[in-house]
């Protein structure tokens, strides 16, 4: 009899918070963000959420009339089983009427079936890799592809005469993206790719693979690492072995340099050019309110990476999409709102793809000089309209 | 050719001796007090962060830095030892596993809410950086000093343990800790010293690898294979075997990333499967 009474409490107490649910979602919109928000990738969570509480600051709180209720889950890092089963969750339970964040890809890729059942529109704020939006039909993105951001540099390079080079990327993923995209623009604009090397990802000290290099004497080499730990390392025994007085030139993608961890990657880094679609130190009216805004509401301990501009975006792009629905929050009508969608980022025009429902931008070439004793990437050419290679050549 | 063959094998060296220098205090606490410390990569982490610290906030030099380091880990060492680890001396492998794997995490979450989580900006004196030419071959100026600091405390550990009272007094704590108490050996206190050294060891290590290994809150949980590796190869208790094994390992990864660099990673753990295979004990283990 009390197992029953029990049951019964717990059944009235769900149907009570159900409807509470259904009351609530009327005016307000709830988001999902599903990223990393402790680990040691925590800091992408961190400037996420950053991203995210500024737009809703800019806009007090509300997205078309609405009030914003944001609901973060944590996975700790590369997490494919945790991120579905919190987009299960966030779907099911919290009744959210958009996901958002996804950091790591593979995580992305989890949340993919999910949402299409659901139709719940995603918008992916860094995941990289580019078939995610072909996954699902409910998915867009704001961030960048990794053969977006490669491509430009084989390209920019070709300009300057530079005919052949030496590849070394990360053995994972994202490391053959670059790889394959760098080559085929490379070899496209015919250039010559005279060596390359895939390192492990727990790889402490890369002076083996930096002395081979010097050992073969390419006129540059062209590296991409994940964000982190890799790119300091890699350009320590880069300058150790002095491949720079060899007359060996280094380009790499934005990862190398990026604004989170440039500081404290050193002199090390000075001098080298790389290929992004963000710098913080972009020279844009736009941007210099973005930093500004940024530093205002968050101390200047941490700097807005290529994170948090992804997670502006995505905030814009969501209310860029119910502006034309017209508040609509239906997942048919918010993917078609979204398609074609242009807005001015303070990281310069961007634009979702009607086609692919990927993003369209300008990729910057930069080189990393030092602005008021701080190591910053300063922008100096660009490519616009920059649409991911790997989906242009299908 | 023999100029590149020689360089590579330096590096290997250097490379080796870090991992000696970074190892040789979990060889102390394993081999010689038999205890699992699994948590030893968190005290070499500690040490890092005392070293970084130092000469982020406090402007000290980087070769100050070092016995500070060693020092402070082997304070907060004792510390940790007289409250938790001697409880553990007397239960089995598996609960000072649990305990030690516990402890890692709590340091992992602990230094990531105080430094948060990304890299720590490690800047070396300029007499420490770049290359200088040895009778024709360029070697990086800090892997020398690398070899040097470990050649040292491999030949102070080894004189201490077997030329010293106090190493007596470790060995037969070890062996027979009733006959010692017995003899009048404060074992407790042998134990407790003991597992400093080793810590300060590891802190020491750490401050010393963190140009080459990088520092992150994931430190030990990074590294904690490349240690039990140069332990197990090397015997465990075996000062020398840690030294020879982490030379081994140091230089095999080193050419094989050279001159294989498509299967360079893996070979380290197929030379270390190899090699327990044929003395399942450590290159210079004792059979117990």
């Not at chain 2, 990531?112 to 360029?138: C, D, H, K, R």
Request: charged share 15%; hydrophobic share 50%.
């Amino acid at each position: 009899m009390m197992k029953k009474a029990g049951l019964l409490a717990a059944l009235a107490l769900a149907g009570a918070s159900l409807a509470n649910v259904a009351v609530a979602a009327d005016d307000t919109l709830r988001i999902g963000v599903i990223a990393t928000f402790s680990g040691p990738y925590a800091d992408y969570g961190r400037q996420f959420d950053a991203g995210i509480q500024l737009y809703l600051k800019d806009h007090d709180g509300k997205i078309a009339g609405k009030k914003v209720e944001i609901v973060k889950k944590d996975t700790a890092g590369p997490g494919p089983d945790a991120a579905k089963r919190f987009a299960q969750e966030l779907i099911v339970r919290d009744k959210v009427n958009f996901l958002t964040g996804l950091d790591f890809s593979p995580n992305a890729y989890a949340v993919a079936p999910i949402v299409t059942q659901a139709k719940i529109p995603t918008v992916v704020m860094n995941a990289s890799s580019s078939a995610i939006t072909t996954s699902s039909p409910y998915i867009a993105r704001v961030s960048f592809t990794v053969q977006q951001d490669s491509a430009p540099m084989a390209q920019w390079m070709l300009k300057n005469g530079i005919k052949e080079t030496y590849v070394v990327v990360a053995d994972y993923a994202s490391g053959t993206d670059a790889h394959n995209a760098f080559e085929k623009a490379f070899a496209a604009g015919g250039g010559k790719v005279v060596g390359s090397v895939r390192t492990p990802m727990n790889n402490p000290d890369f002076s083996a693979y930096v002395q081979r290099i010097k050992d073969e004497k390419p006129q540059s080499v062209f590296f991409f690492f994940p964000s982190g730990v890799m790119p300091p390392a890699f350009l320590k025994a880069w300058k150790e072995r002095g491949l720079d007085e060899a007359g060996i030139k280094l380009f790499a993608t934005g990862e190398a340099t990026d604004d989170s961890y440039l500081q404290a990657t050193g002199d090390v880094a000075l001098g080298l050019i790389t290929s992004h679609h963000y710098s913080y130190a972009h020279p844009s009216e736009l941007n210099k309110k973005f930093v500004k805004n940024f530093y205002a509401a968050f101390g200047k301990e941490m700097r807005p990476s290529y994170f948090a501009i992804t997670a502006y975006d995505g905030m814009a792009a969501i209310a860029g999409a119910l502006e034309k629905t017209k508040g609509d929050v239906s997942g048919d009508k918010v993917m078609e709102a979204l398609k074609g969608l242009k807005l001015e980022s303070p990281r310069g025009p961007i634009e979702i793809d009607a086609a692919t429902r990927d993003i369209v931008q300008t990729v910057y070439i930069r080189k990393v000089e030092k602005v008021d004793g701080e190591l910053v990437n300063v922008e100096f050419d660009k490519f616009e309209r920059v649409k991911d290679p790997a989906k242009e050549a299908q | 050719m023999l100029a590149i063959l020689l360089t590579v094998l330096f590096d290997g060296l250097a490379y080796g001796m870090l991992l000696f220098l970074i190892s040789i205090g979990l060889s102390v606490t394993m081999g010689m007090m038999g205890f699992v410390n699994l948590a030893h990569g968190a005290f070499a982490m500690f040490g890092g962060y005392v070293a970084t610290t130092l000469m982020q906030r406090a402007g000290v030099p980087f070769l100050v830095t070092l016995p500070v380091a060693f020092a402070l880990v082997a304070l907060a060492s004792i510390v940790v030892e007289r409250l938790l680890y001697q409880r553990l001396y007397r239960r089995g492998p598996l609960d000072q596993v649990l305990f030690t794997v516990g402890l890692t995490f709590m340091s992992v979450a602990g230094i990531t809410w105080f430094y948060g989580p990304s890299q720590q900006p490690v800047v070396l004196p300029a007499f420490l950086q770049g290359q200088v030419s040895i009778l024709g071959l360029e070697v990086g100026i800090f892997r020398l000093f690398l070899v040097a600091v470990g050649l040292l405390v491999a030949a102070a550990v080894v004189l201490g343990v077997e030329r010293t009272r106090f190493g007596a007094k470790i060995r037969a704590a070890v062996d027979n800790p009733v006959m010692a108490t017995g003899l009048g050996i404060n074992v407790g206190g042998v134990f407790a010293l003991t597992f400093a050294i080793g810590s300060g060891l590891a802190g020491l290590g750490g401050a010393l690898g963190i140009q080459i290994l990088g520092l992150t809150p994931a430190f030990p949980l990074k590294y904690l294979v490349l240690f039990l590796i140069v332990v197990s190869v090397g015997g465990l208790g075996s000062v020398g075997g840690a030294l020879l094994a982490a030379c081994v390992v140091g230089v095999i990864d080193m050419m094989t990333k050279y001159f294989l660099p498509e299967i360079g990673s893996f070979i380290i753990y197929a030379v270390m499967v190899a090699l327990l295979m044929w003395r399942p004990h450590g290159l210079l283990g004792k059979k117990s």
